[in-house]
Structure formats: structure tokens, C-alpha cells
């Protein structure tokens, strides 16, 4: 198939249908919130690190021991997460267990999983 086919013949423009857009179109600040959280998202250490918590609740040593890492760079990672409000952290003794922030961040996780089985 050529790129021709992406691509509208007309010059019609459907005007319920751009007012509809426009009205549903989300302002600046929120924009770049959202292509920030994509961004994050992109990193495949992070991903990572966000499927691991997905299972369980981990600390750094555990989550640096499942993704073959330095608690160092695990560690980097979380920072820049919890930063974003990705995951929050608690701390038990000397260990600082790690989890999804909240069921948002879980389900963001969850339904990019089943987007990608179905490309």
C-alpha cells in the first residue's frame, strides 16, 4: 500500500467533527504532563522496573537482584519514578520497599501490556 493511501484525496473538512476535537483537546500544562509520563515510560529500565513492581512489592536489593542490575543504577531509576509520582516508597528497618503509586499507575502498566500482545 503507497502513503498516498494515508492521506485524504479532498479537501473537505468536517467541521462537527474538528469543533468535537477541539473542545476534547487537553490545554498545554496537561499536554506536557501526559507526553512526560510517556516519556518516562520509554526508558526500557524503567519499564522494567515498573513490570517487576506489577507482581509484588520490592525493595531495591530485590529489584536490582530481578533485573540483573547495580542497586546504584535500580536505585537512580526509582528516584526519577518516585519524582514523577510513578511509585512510593516505605521503609521497614534498613530495607525500602517500593510499589506502584497508585491503581492508576498500575493500570497504565497493565493495559500498555495488553496493547503490545494485540500489535
Known amino acids: 500500500m503507497s502513503a498516498k493511501a494515508d492521506v485524504c484525496d479532498c479537501s473537505i473538512v468536517h467541521e462537527d467533527a474538528v469543533r468535537l476535537a477541539k473542545e476534547a483537546m487537553l490545554g498545554d ?6 507526553a512526560y509520563l510517556f516519556k518516562l515510560l520509554s526508558d526500557p529500565t524503567r519499564m522494567r522496573i515498573m513490570w517487576a513492581l506489577d507482581s509484588a512489592e520490592l525493595c531495591t536489593c530485590d529489584i536490582a537482584a530481578t533485573l540483573g542490575m547495580t542497586k546504584s543504577a535500580v536505585s537512580h531509576q526509582l528516584n526519577t519514578l518516585k519524582q514523577a509520582k510513578m511509585v512510593k516508597s516505605r521503609r521497614e528497618g534498613k530495607n525500602v520497599f517500593y510499589s ?5 499507575v498500575k493500570d497504565i502498566v497493565e493495559i500498555a501490556r495488553e496493547h503490545v500482545k494485540h500489535i
Open 29 to 34: 500544562g496537561e499536554l506536557e504532563s501526559v
Open 100 to 104: 506502584h503509586d497508585d491503581a492508576h
